[in-house]
């Protein structure tokens, strides 16, 4: 018989050799995961392998990445396009960030770990019906989850430690649940109202130091134990029909018992001998573990300076949620009724982290992305260039930009004033910015940020919807509404008969509706100058980079689209996805093109109004499709 130590040596084997990161994944598909993580500080794409975690089944693509030391953000456009992903694991690393709803629309998703991250904000799961069976997101920072009645063959639910604020929305309609932790996040519900039936096949429920309301049943009690329901908030436990227990609160958590323990046993002192025995070896084994561990540590932390910086800073950018008036009131402009304050604001962004922080950068402050009660989905914009200016006037500057009411102007729906910072609240737009649309998404692929309507089952739709993405007729589309935007911030309007310059027009300031109708964002006037000549040059190289499709334009870049234009040699620059256009709308692109060079004169008053580029715009396709080959617009 092998002494008992023996185990703990092959377990400690194990643990100081631990099995590496498994990809059973196709070439393609590796291409995929390395573009999805290449914001990820630490990954090292594993070698391919056979292995498929357990109850992926054959055929299936895994991707088990657990503490790796991990950390970043996930392109989870890439991520989603992995074909036949069936298991992925990326649970005990530091990566930060939302989770698109779109990304649970894989068809044969089975089983996912993300827990002991740094994920937050708000947790959807779409509309389409998925084949998930287990879901573990414990220990990280979602304020809140809905969509999960689309998760009708879920078996397990892991939500433990996390700050939902309330019961997740769909949870009731899961029917083949088996497993729910929903411990530690001290958020409110009815219970059993807004749960899932307890059937036979339910065999694990914990909901403890949450603040739930309602009626445990004696029968519910006595399946899952009094330890499911520790400091649950008011919950009243019914009697017994034989005890005729009745409580009127949640049990507390249990005490430490302090009885007598039992003699020991001679057999039991040998065992315990030998036991200690093996712990020196342990700890013999464990300082060298320690050692090598630090040093590894060590060259990581050279390795990724950088990323570490930043971490260290980020308690430092938010130290104004604490010390802000938490009882400031939310004024939201439609919903004047609507009674919240700063306080249900820095839950909804997760105390306005780094996990709620929207890519998109701006020039008045970071934008946190807001899931409020009611399913109100936002964006706060945390503006750092009012941060001097008095409350009065503050409220009166956001009072004026809500007036700009126009299909292609980013609405302003309310504001929030705890302090010396100033927020303000728009509307989210799921499609993301133009920069994104054009630049970082696979060719024909969906956006990362709306993938509701997307459906695998029918791939003709999304090759469609991916020629959408390149169609020319969508791109004029873009042109005309950002110049009609424009036009009408430079008319004026109701109250400012001169009107305001934009001042920053680029594509990471037009976002893109659900039908790709774009919204001009990050106006405002008064506190940025600019002029209205200066749109229209702005706008100029925004139609260069619709038409060509190339990215980062400097001067010199305009000039030389200049000169093509000059030279009748614009077809040369156009992007090659339109190309496979029919040659009437390529003669289309080319006008385009012209009307870019016009927008872009180097003497500002040879450039014509916005109000005049809507009128190109909306002739060029008129005159070409008529069958007329001339310009509408002379290159001189």
Request: aromatic share 8%; charged share 20%; net charge positive.
């Amino acid at each position: 018989m092998a002494p008992p130590f023996y185990p703990i040596l092959f377990l400690l084997g194990f643990l100081l050799n631990p099995p590496p990161a498994s990809c059973s994944c196709t070439a393609s598909d590796r291409l995929f995961i390395a573009k999805a993580f290449r914001y990820v500080s630490g990954f090292r794409l594993p070698s391919p392998n056979a292995t498929a975690a357990p109850g992926a089944g054959s055929g299936g693509c895994s991707l088990l990445l657990p503490s790796k030391n991990l950390t970043g953000t996930i392109s989870w456009a890439y991520l989603r396009n992995v074909s036949a992903l069936r298991a992925i694991d990326l649970s005990g690393n530091s990566l930060h960030g939302s989770v698109p709803g779109g990304f649970w629309s894989a068809p044969t998703l089975l089983d996912v770990n993300f827990a002991a991250n740094r994920f937050g904000g708000a947790l959807r799961f779409g509309h389409s019906p998925t084949l998930i069976r287990s879901l573990n997101f414990s220990g990280n920072r979602f304020s809140s989850a809905s969509g999960l009645d689309a998760m009708p063959g879920l078996e397990v639910l892991d939500l433990s430690r996390n700050s939902l604020a309330v019961v997740p929305l769909g949870l009731a309609k899961l029917r083949n649940l088996k497993h729910l932790d929903l411990s530690r996040n001290n958020m409110s519900g009815v219970f059993p109202d807004e749960f899932p039936l307890f059937g036979e096949g339910f065999d694990y429920l914990n909901v403890s130091w949450n603040k739930l309301t309602g009626e445990v049943q004696p029968e519910v009690e006595k399946k899952f134990g009094v330890s499911a329901f520790i400091e649950s908030g008011s919950l009243k436990f019914l009697p017994s029909a034989s005890t005729g227990r009745r409580s009127s609160s949640s049990p507390t958590a249990p005490q430490p018992s302090h009885k007598k323990k039992p003699r020991r046993s001679r057999a039991r002192k040998l065992g315990l001998f030998v036991a200690g025995i093996a712990s020196a070896i342990v700890v013999v084994l464990a300082s060298v573990i320690c050692v090598a561990c630090a040093v590894i540590k060590k060259r990581r932390k050279i390795d990724g300076n950088k990323c570490e910086k930043k971490e260290t800073e980020a308690p430092q950018e938010v130290r104004w949620v604490a010390e802000a008036m938490q009882s400031a009131p939310v004024v939201l402009f439609e919903k004047p009724l609507m009674e919240l304050t700063f306080a249900d604001l820095a839950k909804a962004t997760s105390g306005f982290g780094k996990e709620s922080q929207l890519a998109e950068g701006s020039r008045r402050g970071p934008a946190f992305r807001a899931v409020l009660p009611g399913d109100m989905h936002l964006v706060a914009r945390v503006e750092e260039a009012a941060g001097d200016a008095e409350e009065s006037s503050a409220a009166d500057y956001f009072r004026e930009i809500a007036r700009l009411r126009h299909p292609n102007l980013l609405p302003l729906l309310g504001y929030c004033i705890p302090g010396k910072q100033k927020i303000a609240l728009y509307e989210y737009m799921e499609r993301g910015d133009l920069h994104r649309w054009l630049h970082e998404l696979p060719a024909g692929q969906p956006n990362v940020e709306d993938w509701s309507g997307d459906t695998w089952e029918q791939p003709v739709v999304e090759d469609k919807r991916g020629a959408e993405v390149c169609a020319w007729p969508t791109r004029h589309r873009i042109a005309l509404g950002v110049a009609r935007g424009l036009a009408f911030l430079h008319q004026g309007w109701v109250g400012n008969a001169r009107g305001a310059a934009h001042g920053h027009v680029v594509p990471s300031n037009i976002l893109l509706g659900d039908d790709l109708e774009p919204r001009v964002a990050d106006y405002g006037g008064g506190v940025y100058r600019g002029t209205a000549e200066g749109d229209v040059y702005d706008f100029g190289v925004v139609v260069m980079e619709l038409v060509t499709g190339r990215d980062g334009w400097s001067e010199e870049a305009v000039s030389w689209a200049r000169s093509l234009v000059r030279d009748g040699r614009a077809a040369e620059a156009l992007d090659t996805r339109l190309r496979l256009a029919s040659r009437k709308e390529e003669k289309e692109v080319v006008e385009c093109f012209r009307v870019g060079y016009l927008c872009t004169a180097l003497n500002p008053e040879k450039r014509p109004t916005m109000q005049q580029v809507v009128g190109l715009l909306k002739d060029l396709r008129c005159s070409v499709s008529s069958g007329s080959g001339a310009t509408t617009s002379s290159i001189s």
